[in-house]
């Protein structure tokens, strides 16, 4: 009913109106008794020569006058068809009049130059009716499509969201919307396509048809696709701390979503954690970078597993190259200038004429002035553009970014730029910090290195293995140590710690308790009473570190395991300061229990430590491990403890190869802590290689003890050693019955070394002096110094014992 009326007039051959319809009077007002035997001509303001028509044919669409009845003009579009009769014979004219301005002929000529594509389909998706700018994006007719099926016509749409889903809307009845992404036919780039399907019903609601419009959405889908790709480039690049990974995490982010191929090339000291060297120091020369990072191309489908795979661990997916940079190179000129640079194939195209917002390749107020730049070359390579950009962060050049594009038919736009500048923005503070980062991990492993030992003393006393790995990079060097000491009378002290803490200032802490440990192991103090002087210790460093300084909590939070094994007891000693217990294993595989309850870790003060003795089979194994190899987030460590002791168990060609297996077998994965292991296998002097005598407390059982020891160094023929021998027991004994208390006993034992002892029931020490010239006495601890490799005193519960070693060739 919104429709204007129609006015059909039927004209003779003469020019003569002689029908007229109601939608005439409707129209014009004039009634069909004013109308008839009138020339139609009357009813025209100005009449076109040859109106309306003749006997070969009427006349095209027009745009008309017409005069209404009551005296004002209407604008109408007048058309006229011949009119046959019997035997194809023309009888006049049909003239049909519709109003201008009113539907359905304004609404026609707006649906058809449209700047949306417009199109109508019946139920089975045969064409209908379609606009000009619908016609465009087909690259076909009207006259070409009409009554065509979709899919017969377009057979490569089948199964495509858009054909699938104008049949879901004939289904259903349901309205929809979708957006879809293909090139139109003819086009050169692909378009996003906003498209809304509707059911058309007739005036009962049946479905007659379907009907959809579609405009370009491309800048702003593009729009939105840059920002999903920035923030994917948020979350994905910088994940790790590590220089080749954070490389390979921008050149997988940009491909394929941005780019169809990506290369991230470094300068050699940005991997190993140096400052890069000044490009523009050294002008005309070429640019040495290396390839750490290759993304896209024919090497995507192959390197994506294996990259996946190894993307979270330390070891590179492929070798890094190395690439050379002419002076003159787009790269080196990035590189030099600080500027990035777009190189396209063809000029731009204006996007297609349905494109609509901003941000459209050829836009040139978009460009940075000079860009891009038209290199024909690059299309050799099979490219349609590529940009350049340099990596910088805080200042500082790190290397070059290649983005490119072959594959996909859009080409770079000034908006791409502008994302592929801010990615790579991203990833060079990224990187900087991965190169800082690789840097202080360098010289804290560089550190942590020189403080443990180097290489395991050789003892009588046990056979030892020991392994070391630091975390990954992620976590950083911690503050895990070990060590071998070699104490007085054969013994050995086996110390295993962990620093609380990772980095530099971790390290500098363990190397600090190892000192320590060292220097109270010297003074031959019992486990228990040199965890003490160590928690102490601990407490004293903590009050000179700096208040404000963020690492020094490091220092206050440390455990240790301190052992002695004695292979003339065949006892080992040991208490704990808040470190896991170890691992003993009897020479047939059982596990032996340790006695004994982990005291508080260093730094707490305040709190005694247990001591417990354990006697040790020989051959006997001793693990002592720090807590980053048997605990993680997925294990907790009595189960790590567990696997261990299984491990170890298993039979090994040595130690040491036992020492490796353990270690790959229990080590967690995905760490984020050191893991020390230290393995001791135990030995036992033979009885022959110790002799003892008791000796009474009078002065002249001197004489009776040198006998005794020149008697046994003979029997161990060790004639070069009884002069020395005889001098320092007489020394010894002598000062024992003086100065000391009963009972007093002589024990002498054969090792690498000879050992002296003297044992006493009194607890004071004797002092090292130098005597005067005249003075009787006071020089012989002094000719037991000079005469022999070493001496001490060492106390216990009982008394004390001088001690003295003496080396044999």
Request: hydrophobic residues 40%.
């Amino acid at each position: 009913m919104q429709d204007a009326p129609t006015a059909v007039a039927v004209v003779g051959l003469d020019g003569v109106v002689s029908g007229w319809s109601e939608g005439g009077r409707l129209l014009l007002g004039w009634t069909t008794g004013e109308v008839v035997g009138r020339p139609v001509t009357d009813l025209l303001v100005d009449a076109a020569p040859g109106f309306p028509g003749s006997r070969d044919g009427g006349i095209e669409p027009g745009l008309f006058t017409v005069r209404h009845r009551d005296g004002f003009t209407v604008d109408a579009v007048v058309t006229s068809q011949p009119l046959c009769g019997a035997g194809d014979q023309v009888l006049g004219q049909v003239v049909t009049l519709q109003r201008w301005g009113r539907r359905p002929v304004i609404a026609d000529r707006a649906f058809e130059q449209c700047p949306f594509a417009l199109g109508v389909y019946d139920p089975e998706l045969r064409f209908l009716w379609v606009n000009a700018s619908a016609c465009r994006v087909i690259a076909h007719s009207e006259e070409q499509v009409l009554g065509e099926k979709y899919r017969e016509l377009f057979p490569e749409l089948e199964g495509k969201a858009y054909t699938d889903k104008l049949a879901e809307v004939v289904r259903t009845g349901e309205p929809a919307r979708l957006i879809t992404v293909f090139r139109a036919l003819g086009s050169t780039h692909a378009n996003a396509w906003a498209t809304s399907i509707w059911p058309v019903r007739d005036a009962e609601g049946i479905i007659r048809g379907v009907a959809n419009w579609g405009f370009d959405m491309s800048a702003e889908y593009w729009a939105r696709q840059r920002l999903l790709l920035l923030n994917e480039a948020s979350r994905g690049i910088g994940r790790t701390l590590d220089v080749v990974g954070t490389a390979r995490e921008l050149a997988r982010t940009a491909v394929p979503g941005f780019a169809d191929e990506v290369t991230v090339d470094l300068f050699d000291e940005v991997l190993r954690g140096q400052e890069p060297p000044t490009v523009a120091a050294a002008p005309g020369e070429p640019v040495t970078l290396t390839r750490v990072a290759r993304h896209g191309g024919s090497q995507t489908a192959s390197q994506t597993a294996s990259q996946t795979a190894s993307q979270n661990t330390d070891r590179l997916p492929a070798p890094a190259t190395a690439v050379s940079h002419a002076p003159d190179s787009v790269a080196a000129v990035c590189m030099v200038t600080g500027r990035s640079a777009v190189q396209l194939a063809a000029e731009p195209s204006q996007g297609g004429e349905w494109a609509f917002g901003p941000g459209l390749a050829a836009d040139p107020a978009s460009w940075p002035p000079g860009l891009p730049a038209i290199d024909a070359s690059i299309a050799e390579d099979g490219l349609t553009g590529r940009m350049t950009v340099p990596l910088r962060a805080h200042g500082t050049l790190l290397g070059v970014v290649t983005f490119a594009r072959g594959d996909r038919p859009e080409i770079f736009t000034a908006d791409d730029l502008i994302l592929a500048e801010e990615m790579t923005g991203k990833a060079a503070s990224a990187l900087d910090n991965a190169r800082r980062y690789t840097r202080e991990r360098t010289t804290a492993l560089t550190l942590q290195r020189s403080l443990l030992p180097q290489q395991l003393p050789n003892q009588e006393a046990i056979e030892v293995a020991s392994r070391y790995l630091p975390a990954g990079t992620d976590a950083g060097v911690g503050g895990d140590w070990f060590d071998v000491i070699a104490l007085s009378s054969a013994r050995v002290a086996l110390v295993v710690g962990d620093v609380v803490g990772h980095g530099l200032h971790a390290s500098a802490s363990m190397g600090r308790l190892r000192t320590a440990v060292r220097t109270l192991a010297d003074v031959d103090l019992p486990p228990d009473e040199l965890l003490t002087h160590m928690d102490d210790l601990v407490i004293h460093l903590g009050d000179h570190e700096p208040a404000d300084d963020p690492q020094t909590p490091g220092e206050s939070g440390a455990t240790c395991l301190y052992a002695v094994y004695d292979p003339a007891s065949r006892r080992c000693t040991l208490a704990s300061a808040g470190h896991p217990l170890p691992l003993v294993i009897a020479p047939d595989g059982t596990r032996t229990p340790v006695p004994l309850q982990p005291g508080p870790p260093l730094g707490i003060g305040g709190l005694p430590f247990e001591c417990a003795e354990v006697e040790l089979p020989a051959g006997s194994l001793l693990a002592l491990f720090t807590d980053g190899l048997v605990e993680s987030r997925e294990r907790d460590i009595d189960r790590g403890v567990e696997e261990l002791f299984q491990a170890l168990v298993q039979p090994a060609d040595s130690l040491d190869a036992l020492c490796g297996t353990a270690m790959d077998a229990v080590l967690p994965p995905g760490r984020a802590d050191d893991a020390a292991l230290l393995l001791a296998r135990t030995r036992v002097l033979a009885s022959d290689h110790i002799a003892d005598l008791d000796i009474e407390p009078e002065p002249t059982r001197v004489a009776h003890a040198r006998q005794f020891a020149l008697e046994q160094v003979d029997a161990w023929g060790l004639p070069e050693a009884a002069f020395v021998t005889e001098l320092v027991v007489s020394e010894l004994v002598t000062n024992a019955i003086r100065y000391g208390q009963p009972p007093i006993k002589l024990r002498l034992i054969r090792d690498t070394s000879l050992i002296c002892e003297v044992t006493d029931a009194s607890d004071t020490a004797p002092h090292l002096r130098r005597a005067r010239a005249y003075d009787e006495g006071g020089r012989g601890l002094l000719l037991v110094a000079q005469l022999t490799s070493g001496w001490g005193t060492r106390h216990s519960t009982s008394g004390k014992t001088i001690w003295c070693e003496q080396s044999l060739a």
